[in-house]
């Protein structure tokens, strides 16, 4: 292989692996977009408590930023072992974070699901506590004492 050959297989080596580092950034950037808005996450406008829960569920959905992320993750990778990127630990910092940053936001989705599921059945249970609470006789003679 003459000298001239492995000039241009470096050239394009360089031309690859600013490709790759490029078309991380880009997934990164648009898994950061795709994530949910703080002010989104943070006010809630509903008449009960229920509906808070639902709309900050529909609010913490990351489905997007989840995929944007793993195509992130693939490009890294690939330029990762093929030793492409001069600085990979920045690139490696940034996909850590955003993944972090996501199984955050995954989490509250999860204990936000829980909670819809039993303040339901708890507004239930304390119903009929209250209920048999009126309906005791013994309660009412107590309150008449």
């Known amino acids: 292989m003459s000298s001239q050959s492995t000039l241009a297989d470096d050239d394009l080596f360089g ?3 600013a490709e790759m580092r490029e078309e991380v950034e880009a997934h990164l950037e648009d898994a950061e977009a795709a994530l949910p808005d703080p002010d989104d996450v943070w006010e809630a406008e509903a008449d009960n408590v229920l509906g808070v829960l639902n709309a900050l569920k529909s609010t913490l959905d990351v489905g997007d930023a989840a ?7 693939k490009t890294f990778i690939v330029g990762q ?7 990979p630990e920045s690139l ?8 972090e ?5 995954e989490e509250a989705g999860d204990l936000v699901g829980d909670l819809t599921g039993t303040m339901p059945q708890l507004r239930s249970q304390l119903q009929d506590a209250a209920e048999a609470a009126d309906d005791d006789p013994a309660t ?3 309150a008449e004492s």
């Open 15 to 17: 031309e690859a692996a």
């Open 67 to 73: 995929e944007h992320l793993r195509q992130a993750k």
């Open 81 to 87: 072992r093929a030793e492409a990127f001069d600085d």
């Open 92 to 99: 490696e910092d940034r996909v850590e974070s955003v993944e």
């Open 101 to 105: 940053l996501l199984g955050s936001i």
């Open 140 to 142: 009412d003679s107590d």
